[in-house]
């Protein structure tokens, strides 16, 4: 078993669980240590090239100002939940990256945002669970709490599973 396979596996995973609320968009960003960064292995409805390129670069100072949420959710191995526009980015570590992007424009501005990092419980963090809703939505989806605890049990189950290709693939 190798990258590809748990490529192909998260792939057909992160769909799953955008369609588990309804979603517009859903990403697995995982930590390549070589980079030293977190980049987009696995995505639903983002730009087919954001694959492998959309990355988070992961500085070891403690200065957590406009790193961005996806960074700052692993970095501090916390849950992070946002349900409007303003929460996002009235956040001290939102750096809209994505904002001016050719790929985003109103409708699609991430209306709520949920990050959660891979490895939750107590173990090293290996990536991040990143789950968007945007204002293109007729209704904007929010996240409840029961939807944080079902992603946040997914995360750890696909945490495991994702450091069991790992040890298989060494």
């Known amino acids: 078993i190798g990258a590809l396979d748990l490529d192909t596996l998260l792939q057909k995973v992160v769909k799953i669980l955008a369609d588990f609320n309804r979603s517009e968009r859903a990403a697995f960003f995982l930590y390549d240590e070589k980079f030293k960064a977190l980049v987009m292995r696995a995505a639903f409805n983002h730009p087919p090239e954001f694959r492998f390129n959309a990355f988070y670069e992961i500085v070891s100072n403690d200065n957590e100002k406009k790193i961005g949420l996806t960074a700052f959710a692993f970095k501090k191995q916390k849950i992070l939940v946002f349900n409007s526009s303003e929460e996002i980015k009235s956040h001290s570590a939102h750096r809209g990256k994505y904002i001016n992007n050719k790929y985003r424009d109103r ?64």
């Not at 290996?126 to 946040?152: A, C, H, M, R, W």
């Open 107 to 170: 409708e699609t501005d991430c209306h709520s945002l949920l990050c959660i990092p891979l490895g939750i419980n107590h173990e090293k963090s290996i990536g991040v669970l990143k789950i968007e809703n945007t204002l293109e939505q007729k209704i904007p989806q929010k996240f409840s709490d029961q939807d944080v605890k079902y992603f946040n049990l997914l995360a750890n189950i696909i945490s495991k599973a994702i450091n069991n290709f790992k040890d298989q693939s060494i």
